[in-house]
């Protein structure tokens, strides 16, 4: 719960230098390459969806599904923010596959459901 927001400070303010996909950046060098936009946007539906679940809020769930697949779906609708990802089959692959997961937990586990109270217990 609190990694995101502390993330979220890291990347807006200049505060420290980035290494990203293995490449080290300074704050400006990270905002010029357009993986600020994207680090902004993954913290913080990251952000909503852990507090939106502390909150017992539903829907907040699908910002957790959404926040492995937005950087690609980012790099893809932005063809300047393509160099920032290596688009190669095993990275979809995980864009694709951990989403899945996350689903699955999220949305079809007896505890989760419980917890949000929209699950049904049986008696």
Not at 97 to 120: D, K, M, Q, W
Request: charge should be positive; proline fraction near 7%; hydrophobic fraction near 55%.
């Amino acid at each position: 719960m609190v990694v995101g927001p502390i993330f979220l400070v890291f990347v807006v303010f200049p505060i420290a230098d980035w290494t990203f996909n293995g490449t080290k950046m300074s704050y400006s060098e990270l905002w010029r390459s357009g993986a600020g936009l994207i680090m902004v946007i993954l913290f913080g539906l990251v952000t909503i969806g852990t507090w939106g679940m502390a909150a017992r809020k539903p829907n907040s769930r699908w910002a957790l599904v959404l926040a492995p697949s937005a950087p690609v779906i980012l790099a893809l609708a932005f063809p300047q923010l393509q160099s920032t990802f290596p688009l190669d089959a095993v990275f979809f692959l995980q864009v694709i596959i951990t989403p899945v997961i996350i689903y699955g937990c999220l949305f079809h586990l007896a505890s989760v459901r419980e917890y949000l109270g929209n699950g049904r217990t049986a008696s």
